[in-house]
Protein backbone atom coordinates (compact mmCIF):
# COMPACT_ATOMS: atom_id res chain seq x y z
CA UNK A 1 0.00 0.00 0.00
CA UNK A 2 1.42 3.35 -0.94
CA UNK A 3 0.80 5.51 2.41
CA UNK A 4 3.97 4.71 3.12
CA UNK A 5 5.36 2.35 5.81
CA UNK A 6 2.94 1.06 8.00
CA UNK A 7 3.68 0.46 11.96
CA UNK A 8 2.20 -2.67 13.49
CA UNK A 9 0.45 -2.13 16.91
CA UNK A 10 -1.78 -3.44 19.51
CA UNK A 11 -4.93 -1.81 21.01
CA UNK A 12 -4.12 -1.28 24.81
CA UNK A 13 -6.84 0.14 25.83
CA UNK A 14 -10.58 1.36 24.00
CA UNK A 15 -12.59 4.11 26.12
CA UNK A 16 -16.40 5.35 25.71
CA UNK A 17 -15.68 9.05 25.81
CA UNK A 18 -19.56 10.10 25.12
CA UNK A 19 -22.57 9.15 23.04
CA UNK A 20 -21.17 7.46 19.76
CA UNK A 21 -17.61 8.40 20.20
CA UNK A 22 -14.77 6.08 21.75
CA UNK A 23 -10.97 6.58 22.63
CA UNK A 24 -8.42 3.99 21.11
CA UNK A 25 -5.02 3.77 22.64
CA UNK A 26 -2.17 2.23 19.93
CA UNK A 27 0.80 1.19 21.33
CA UNK A 28 3.67 -0.62 18.92
CA UNK A 29 4.19 -4.62 18.78
CA UNK A 30 8.10 -4.86 19.24
CA UNK A 31 7.76 -2.12 21.93
CA UNK A 32 9.76 0.49 20.83
CA UNK A 33 8.80 4.26 21.10
CA UNK A 34 6.28 5.50 18.49
CA UNK A 35 7.43 8.33 16.14
CA UNK A 36 7.29 11.66 17.36
CA UNK A 37 4.64 14.33 15.58
CA UNK A 38 3.35 17.58 16.17
CA UNK A 39 0.03 18.95 16.94
CA UNK A 40 -2.53 19.07 14.42
CA UNK A 41 -1.10 15.48 12.55
CA UNK A 42 -3.38 12.42 11.68
CA UNK A 43 -2.44 8.62 11.27
CA UNK A 44 -4.15 6.21 8.21
CA UNK A 45 -5.54 3.10 10.10
CA UNK A 46 -6.01 -0.07 8.40
CA UNK A 47 -8.94 -2.20 9.22
CA UNK A 48 -8.78 -5.71 7.97
CA UNK A 49 -12.80 -6.38 8.22
CA UNK A 50 -12.85 -10.20 7.05
CA UNK A 51 -10.78 -9.48 4.56
CA UNK A 52 -12.06 -6.38 2.93
CA UNK A 53 -8.99 -3.42 3.68
CA UNK A 54 -11.09 -0.17 4.75
CA UNK A 55 -8.73 2.65 5.52
CA UNK A 56 -9.28 5.91 7.49
CA UNK A 57 -7.43 8.89 8.65
CA UNK A 58 -7.78 9.58 12.30
CA UNK A 59 -5.99 12.80 14.03
CA UNK A 60 -3.44 12.03 17.14
CA UNK A 61 -4.63 13.74 20.43
CA UNK A 62 -2.25 11.92 22.74
CA UNK A 63 0.22 14.57 23.90
CA UNK A 64 2.76 14.76 21.27
CA UNK A 65 5.94 14.47 23.53
CA UNK A 66 4.90 11.35 25.10
CA UNK A 67 6.34 8.52 22.10
CA UNK A 68 4.72 5.43 24.49
CA UNK A 69 1.36 5.00 22.36
CA UNK A 70 -1.04 7.00 20.08
CA UNK A 71 -4.15 7.75 21.02
CA UNK A 72 -7.45 8.22 18.51
CA UNK A 73 -10.99 9.59 18.93
CA UNK A 74 -13.18 7.65 16.62
CA UNK A 75 -17.20 8.95 16.36
CA UNK A 76 -19.25 6.63 15.20
CA UNK A 77 -21.14 8.12 12.03
CA UNK A 78 -24.99 7.29 10.99
CA UNK A 79 -24.18 6.89 7.68
CA UNK A 80 -20.98 5.17 7.81
CA UNK A 81 -20.01 3.17 5.04
CA UNK A 82 -18.26 0.85 7.31
CA UNK A 83 -14.66 2.40 9.06
CA UNK A 84 -16.39 4.28 11.98
CA UNK A 85 -18.50 1.06 12.84
CA UNK A 86 -15.66 -1.61 12.51
CA UNK A 87 -13.47 0.65 15.05
CA UNK A 88 -16.61 0.98 17.60
CA UNK A 89 -17.97 -2.44 17.29
CA UNK A 90 -15.18 -5.13 16.51
CA UNK A 91 -11.86 -3.41 18.03
CA UNK A 92 -11.22 -4.75 20.99
CA UNK A 93 -8.32 -4.45 23.70
CA UNK A 94 -5.48 -6.85 22.92
CA UNK A 95 -6.48 -6.58 18.88
CA UNK A 96 -3.62 -6.05 16.40
CA UNK A 97 -4.03 -3.31 13.98
CA UNK A 98 -1.36 -1.22 11.70
CA UNK A 99 -1.41 2.54 11.79
CA UNK A 100 0.34 5.10 9.20
CA UNK A 101 3.18 6.88 10.20
CA UNK A 102 2.25 10.50 11.08
CA UNK A 103 1.54 13.21 8.48
CA UNK A 104 0.55 16.52 9.86
CA UNK A 105 -1.88 18.65 7.69
CA UNK A 106 -2.55 21.01 9.62
CA UNK A 107 0.18 22.63 11.43
CA UNK A 108 0.23 25.39 13.78
CA UNK A 109 1.84 28.52 12.32
CA UNK A 110 4.44 29.08 15.35
CA UNK A 111 5.02 32.96 14.19
CA UNK A 112 1.39 33.57 15.48
CA UNK A 113 1.37 36.23 18.28
CA UNK A 114 -1.95 33.87 19.77
CA UNK A 115 -3.43 30.53 18.49
CA UNK A 116 -7.47 30.81 17.95
CA UNK A 117 -8.94 27.73 17.84
CA UNK A 118 -12.64 26.98 16.92
CA UNK A 119 -14.02 23.65 17.40
CA UNK A 120 -16.85 22.16 16.09
CA UNK A 121 -18.23 18.48 17.58
CA UNK A 122 -15.34 15.65 16.88
CA UNK A 123 -13.35 18.50 15.05
CA UNK A 124 -12.06 19.19 18.40
CA UNK A 125 -9.69 15.84 18.69
CA UNK A 126 -6.18 17.40 16.73
CA UNK A 127 -7.02 20.72 19.02
CA UNK A 128 -6.12 18.35 22.15
CA UNK A 129 -2.31 17.64 20.62
CA UNK A 130 -2.14 20.83 19.78
CA UNK A 131 -2.80 23.06 23.04
CA UNK A 132 -0.69 20.55 24.93
CA UNK A 133 1.88 21.42 22.40
CA UNK A 134 1.23 25.27 22.82
CA UNK A 135 1.08 25.04 26.77
CA UNK A 136 4.32 23.71 27.00
CA UNK A 137 5.62 25.95 24.35
CA UNK A 138 4.23 28.98 26.54
CA UNK A 139 2.32 29.70 23.09
CA UNK A 140 -0.63 32.06 24.17
CA UNK A 141 -4.18 30.46 22.81
CA UNK A 142 -8.00 29.74 23.45
CA UNK A 143 -10.17 27.39 22.26
CA UNK A 144 -13.85 27.81 21.26
CA UNK A 145 -15.70 24.28 21.61
CA UNK A 146 -19.25 23.62 19.90
CA UNK A 147 -21.30 20.83 20.96
CA UNK A 148 -24.80 19.59 20.00
CA UNK A 149 -25.66 18.39 23.64
CA UNK A 150 -23.34 18.00 26.77
CA UNK A 151 -23.81 14.38 26.29
CA UNK A 152 -22.58 14.17 22.74
CA UNK A 153 -19.36 16.55 23.73
CA UNK A 154 -16.58 14.42 24.24
CA UNK A 155 -13.45 15.85 26.74
CA UNK A 156 -15.63 19.33 27.47
CA UNK A 157 -14.79 19.06 31.25
CA UNK A 158 -11.22 17.51 30.77
CA UNK A 159 -10.20 20.46 28.73
CA UNK A 160 -11.79 23.38 30.93
CA UNK A 161 -10.11 21.63 34.18
CA UNK A 162 -6.97 21.21 31.89
CA UNK A 163 -6.56 24.78 31.09
CA UNK A 164 -8.97 26.85 32.66
CA UNK A 165 -12.55 28.39 31.66
CA UNK A 166 -9.88 31.66 30.56
CA UNK A 167 -8.75 29.30 27.60
CA UNK A 168 -11.64 27.11 27.26
CA UNK A 169 -15.02 28.10 26.21
CA UNK A 170 -17.43 25.49 25.59
CA UNK A 171 -21.16 26.21 23.39
CA UNK A 172 -23.57 23.78 23.18
CA UNK A 173 -25.94 24.16 20.66
CA UNK A 174 -28.78 22.00 22.23
CA UNK A 175 -29.06 25.13 25.02
CA UNK A 176 -29.00 27.84 21.84
CA UNK A 177 -25.47 28.71 23.18
CA UNK A 178 -23.52 29.76 20.02
CA UNK A 179 -19.76 30.85 19.01
CA UNK A 180 -19.95 34.19 18.60
CA UNK A 181 -17.29 34.57 15.83
CA UNK A 182 -17.64 37.87 14.39
CA UNK A 183 -17.17 39.28 17.93
CA UNK A 184 -14.60 36.77 18.23
CA UNK A 185 -12.49 37.99 15.05
CA UNK A 186 -13.09 41.55 15.50
CA UNK A 187 -11.40 41.32 19.29
CA UNK A 188 -8.10 39.34 18.91
CA UNK A 189 -4.41 41.44 18.58
CA UNK A 190 -2.74 41.35 15.41
CA UNK A 191 -0.62 38.13 14.11
CA UNK A 192 -3.62 36.06 15.78
CA UNK A 193 -3.80 32.76 13.45
CA UNK A 194 -6.92 31.40 13.53
CA UNK A 195 -7.73 27.08 13.00
CA UNK A 196 -11.00 25.52 12.61
CA UNK A 197 -12.19 22.17 12.56
CA UNK A 198 -15.60 20.57 12.22
CA UNK A 199 -18.42 20.57 10.42
CA UNK A 200 -17.78 21.82 6.80
CA UNK A 201 -20.67 24.43 6.70
CA UNK A 202 -19.35 25.54 9.97
CA UNK A 203 -15.84 25.54 8.26
CA UNK A 204 -17.01 27.57 5.80
CA UNK A 205 -18.76 29.83 7.65
CA UNK A 206 -15.64 30.86 9.84
CA UNK A 207 -13.26 30.93 7.03
CA UNK A 208 -15.62 33.65 5.14
CA UNK A 209 -16.05 35.85 8.45
CA UNK A 210 -12.37 35.98 8.84
CA UNK A 211 -12.06 37.31 5.04
CA UNK A 212 -15.01 39.33 5.52
CA UNK A 213 -13.44 41.03 8.92
CA UNK A 214 -10.12 41.64 7.00
CA UNK A 215 -8.12 38.56 7.66
CA UNK A 216 -5.07 37.74 6.14
CA UNK A 217 -5.74 34.66 4.24
CA UNK A 218 -2.80 32.72 5.50
CA UNK A 219 -3.95 33.44 9.06
CA UNK A 220 -6.57 30.93 8.53
CA UNK A 221 -6.18 27.56 9.16
CA UNK A 222 -9.19 24.24 8.53
CA UNK A 223 -8.97 21.04 8.41
CA UNK A 224 -12.07 19.03 7.13
CA UNK A 225 -12.61 15.32 7.76
CA UNK A 226 -13.58 14.44 4.53
CA UNK A 227 -14.32 11.19 3.43
CA UNK A 228 -15.43 9.39 -0.06
CA UNK A 229 -19.37 10.06 -0.82
CA UNK A 230 -21.03 7.14 -2.14
CA UNK A 231 -22.43 7.66 -5.94
CA UNK A 232 -23.04 5.76 -8.95
CA UNK A 233 -21.36 2.91 -9.80
CA UNK A 234 -19.03 3.54 -12.96
CA UNK A 235 -15.89 2.03 -14.65
CA UNK A 236 -12.41 3.31 -14.73
CA UNK A 237 -9.38 2.10 -17.23
CA UNK A 238 -5.67 2.45 -15.80
CA UNK A 239 -3.53 2.97 -18.67
CA UNK A 240 -0.07 1.66 -17.39
CA UNK A 241 -1.49 -1.33 -15.28
CA UNK A 242 -3.88 -2.06 -18.24
CA UNK A 243 -6.71 -3.03 -15.85
CA UNK A 244 -10.40 -1.54 -15.74
CA UNK A 245 -11.52 -1.34 -12.53
CA UNK A 246 -15.42 -1.33 -11.68
CA UNK A 247 -15.97 1.41 -8.63
CA UNK A 248 -19.07 0.33 -6.49
CA UNK A 249 -21.70 2.43 -5.09
CA UNK A 250 -19.93 2.80 -1.82
CA UNK A 251 -16.68 2.44 -2.82
CA UNK A 252 -14.19 5.55 -3.65
CA UNK A 253 -11.58 5.04 -7.10
CA UNK A 254 -8.76 4.73 -4.49
CA UNK A 255 -10.65 1.41 -2.56
CA UNK A 256 -11.60 0.04 -5.92
CA UNK A 257 -7.99 0.37 -7.37
CA UNK A 258 -6.51 -0.81 -4.16
CA UNK A 259 -8.60 -4.03 -4.46
CA UNK A 260 -7.96 -4.83 -7.86
CA UNK A 261 -4.04 -4.96 -6.40
CA UNK A 262 -2.80 -1.92 -7.67
CA UNK A 263 -0.80 0.00 -5.83
CA UNK A 264 -1.41 4.15 -5.34
CA UNK A 265 -0.64 7.05 -3.11
CA UNK A 266 -2.17 8.68 -0.63
CA UNK A 267 -2.00 10.45 2.71
CA UNK A 268 -5.34 11.80 4.12
CA UNK A 269 -7.67 9.46 2.03
CA UNK A 270 -9.95 12.77 2.57
CA UNK A 271 -9.35 15.21 -0.60
CA UNK A 272 -6.78 17.59 1.48
CA UNK A 273 -3.10 16.56 1.08
CA UNK A 274 -3.02 16.86 -2.67
CA UNK A 275 -0.96 13.17 -2.22
CA UNK A 276 -3.46 10.92 -4.84
CA UNK A 277 -3.54 13.28 -7.62
CA UNK A 278 -3.89 11.49 -10.82
CA UNK A 279 -3.58 12.44 -14.26
CA UNK A 280 -6.83 12.11 -16.22
CA UNK A 281 -5.46 10.42 -20.05
CA UNK A 282 -9.06 10.28 -21.45
CA UNK A 283 -13.04 11.63 -19.88
CA UNK A 284 -15.91 11.19 -21.62
CA UNK A 285 -18.60 12.37 -19.52
CA UNK A 286 -18.33 14.64 -16.16
CA UNK A 287 -15.59 14.31 -13.09
CA UNK A 288 -17.20 15.02 -9.54
CA UNK A 289 -14.62 16.49 -7.92
CA UNK A 290 -15.14 16.44 -4.17
CA UNK A 291 -11.65 17.33 -2.72
CA UNK A 292 -10.70 20.66 -1.42
CA UNK A 293 -6.80 19.96 -3.11
CA UNK A 294 -7.37 21.18 -6.78
CA UNK A 295 -8.21 24.87 -7.21
CA UNK A 296 -11.41 25.63 -9.23
CA UNK A 297 -9.62 26.18 -12.67
CA UNK A 298 -7.77 22.61 -12.26
CA UNK A 299 -11.17 21.20 -11.89
CA UNK A 300 -12.60 23.03 -14.97
CA UNK A 301 -9.31 21.36 -17.11
CA UNK A 302 -10.46 17.86 -16.33
CA UNK A 303 -6.51 16.69 -16.47
CA UNK A 304 -6.38 16.10 -13.29
CA UNK A 305 -8.40 14.15 -10.39
CA UNK A 306 -8.26 12.92 -6.38
CA UNK A 307 -8.94 9.58 -6.57
CA UNK A 308 -9.36 9.48 -2.39
CA UNK A 309 -13.17 11.31 -2.64
CA UNK A 310 -13.82 12.33 -6.39
CA UNK A 311 -16.21 10.39 -8.81
CA UNK A 312 -16.96 9.86 -12.40
CA UNK A 313 -20.23 10.04 -14.64
CA UNK A 314 -20.21 9.24 -18.25
CA UNK A 315 -18.92 6.63 -20.63
CA UNK A 316 -15.34 6.45 -20.38
CA UNK A 317 -12.28 7.29 -18.03
CA UNK A 318 -9.04 6.57 -18.49
CA UNK A 319 -6.57 7.66 -15.72
CA UNK A 320 -2.64 7.68 -16.26
CA UNK A 321 -1.73 5.00 -13.44
C1 LIG B 1 -7.22 14.35 8.15
C2 LIG B 1 -8.45 13.67 8.74
C3 LIG B 1 -8.55 13.51 10.11
C4 LIG B 1 -9.68 12.88 10.68
N1 LIG B 1 -9.75 12.75 12.03
C5 LIG B 1 -10.84 12.17 12.59
C6 LIG B 1 -10.94 12.01 14.02
O1 LIG B 1 -10.05 12.41 14.78
N2 LIG B 1 -12.06 11.40 14.51
C7 LIG B 1 -13.08 10.97 13.68
O2 LIG B 1 -14.07 10.42 14.21
N3 LIG B 1 -13.01 11.11 12.35
C8 LIG B 1 -11.91 11.67 11.78
N4 LIG B 1 -11.83 11.77 10.41
C9 LIG B 1 -12.90 11.17 9.59
C10 LIG B 1 -12.61 9.67 9.36
O3 LIG B 1 -11.46 9.49 8.57
C11 LIG B 1 -13.77 8.94 8.68
O4 LIG B 1 -14.16 9.64 7.53
C12 LIG B 1 -14.96 8.77 9.62
O5 LIG B 1 -14.59 7.96 10.73
C13 LIG B 1 -16.15 8.11 8.92
O6 LIG B 1 -15.69 6.91 8.34
P1 LIG B 1 -16.67 5.72 7.91
O7 LIG B 1 -15.81 4.74 7.20
O8 LIG B 1 -17.45 5.24 9.08
O9 LIG B 1 -17.71 6.38 6.96
P2 LIG B 1 -17.45 7.26 5.66
O10 LIG B 1 -17.98 6.56 4.52
O11 LIG B 1 -16.06 7.72 5.56
O12 LIG B 1 -18.41 8.46 5.98
C14 LIG B 1 -19.81 8.26 5.83
C15 LIG B 1 -20.49 9.56 5.73
O13 LIG B 1 -20.31 10.27 6.95
C16 LIG B 1 -19.77 11.55 6.71
N5 LIG B 1 -18.78 11.79 7.76
C17 LIG B 1 -17.48 11.39 7.76
N6 LIG B 1 -16.87 11.82 8.88
C18 LIG B 1 -17.79 12.49 9.60
C19 LIG B 1 -17.77 13.19 10.82
N7 LIG B 1 -16.65 13.27 11.53
N8 LIG B 1 -18.92 13.77 11.25
C20 LIG B 1 -20.06 13.70 10.54
N9 LIG B 1 -20.13 13.07 9.34
C21 LIG B 1 -19.03 12.48 8.88
C22 LIG B 1 -19.10 11.47 5.34
O14 LIG B 1 -19.14 12.74 4.67
C23 LIG B 1 -19.94 10.44 4.62
O15 LIG B 1 -21.04 11.03 3.99
C24 LIG B 1 -10.71 12.39 9.83
C25 LIG B 1 -10.61 12.56 8.44
C26 LIG B 1 -9.51 13.19 7.89
C27 LIG B 1 -9.42 13.36 6.39
S1 LIG C 1 -5.05 11.01 -0.35
FE1 LIG C 1 -5.00 13.08 0.28
S2 LIG C 1 -6.07 14.09 -1.32
FE2 LIG C 1 -6.30 12.00 -1.79
Known amino acids: MSGGTEI ?19 ERLDGRPMPYFSGG ?17 YSLMSPPQD ?6 SVLHVENSRGGSTFMHEKVREGDE ?52 SHDRGAYCRELVDRYSSHR ?30 GPSGMIDGVLRAGLEAGWPEQNLHSERFLSSQPGKPFNVELLRSEKTVHVGHHESMLEAIEAAGVDAPFL ?3 GACGQCETAVAACEGRLLHHDVYLSDEEK ?11 RFEG ?6 L
Open 300 to 310: ASGRKVMICVS
Open 168 to 197: VKIYCDAESDFIPVARLLDSQPLGTHLYVC
Open 41 to 57: AHVVVSMNDEGHMRRNA
Open 97 to 148: MKVSYPVNLFQPDWRARKHLMIAGGIGITPFIAMMEQFSREGANFELHYAVR
Open 8 to 26: PVRVTKVTPVAERIKRFRF
Open 67 to 72: CSAYEI
Open 268 to 270: CRG
Open 315 to 320: NRLSLD
